[in-house]
């Protein structure tokens, strides 16, 4: 699904208009976006899900191409894990 798809089936479902859905839409994902800055970042979603940010320790890797070792920065990451009403559902 994508964001289009998404915001044409809030707009239906809630009986507003698209662009008020894509405002609404907006909204969700800056505030998540907004919460994940922060030190502690997490957003729980009761029923839905958790997301965390998690930092992922600086690694050597290997290029596929040419076999060359690589060093991969630390860096944060996003984490998600579904909530028990999802995991059922699906």
């Known amino acids: 699904m994508t964001k289009a798809e998404l ?4 707009a239906k479902d809630a009986d507003i208009s698209k662009v008020a859905a894509s405002a609404a839409l ?9 919460a994940l800055k922060k030190k502690d970042g997490k957003v729980t979603l009761v029923g839905f899900g958790t997301f965390s940010k998690v930092r992922r320790k600086a690694r050597k890797g290997r290029n596929p191409q040419t076999g060359e070792q690589i060093k991969i920065k630390a860096r944060n990451v996003v984490k998600f894990k579904p909530g028990k009403t999802l995991r059922e559902s699906i």
């Open 26 to 34: 907006n909204s969700f994902m800056g505030g998540v976006t907004k």
């Open 7 to 10: 915001v044409e089936k809030m």
